[in-house]
């Protein structure tokens, strides 16, 4: 698999070194070391020989914007449990009550699901 970026290949470039002893662990980070130790030489070596000719210095991460009303629209159909409410539920619910709610929810009994949420929310949700 090529590079996407010509940081990541210089970055493949390194733990190649590593892997072949040409650079020593205590030279190069934790990270280096790390992926040196997990992936296999070969795909390593894919990456580090990747032509940088026309590739970018770093990959962009690409953030979507999604307007908030879209997300709520979404979430907000009939028969949703409410998306906020789950998470407040999972934070804050023991390992019982979670169990449970898995139970509930993969047998469909929305109404046992519903008064578990509001038991340990104390949201009070329609």
Known sequence: MPAKSRAQQRYFGLVHAVQK???PD????????DTAKSMD?????DFANTDTKGLPEKVKKECKKIKL???????AYSGNIGFVEMFKFWDIANDND???M??????NDERSAWDLLKKVTGVNLK
């Open 98 to 100: 979670k169990k449970k």
């Open 26 to 33: 205590s030279k190069v980070s934790k990270a280096v070391k």
């Open 102 to 107: 898995l139970y509930y929810l993969n047998k």
């Open 21 to 23: 002893g040409e650079v």
């Open 69 to 75: 009303k879209e997300i709520l629209d979404e979430l």
């Open 41 to 45: 030489t070969k795909d390593v070596k």
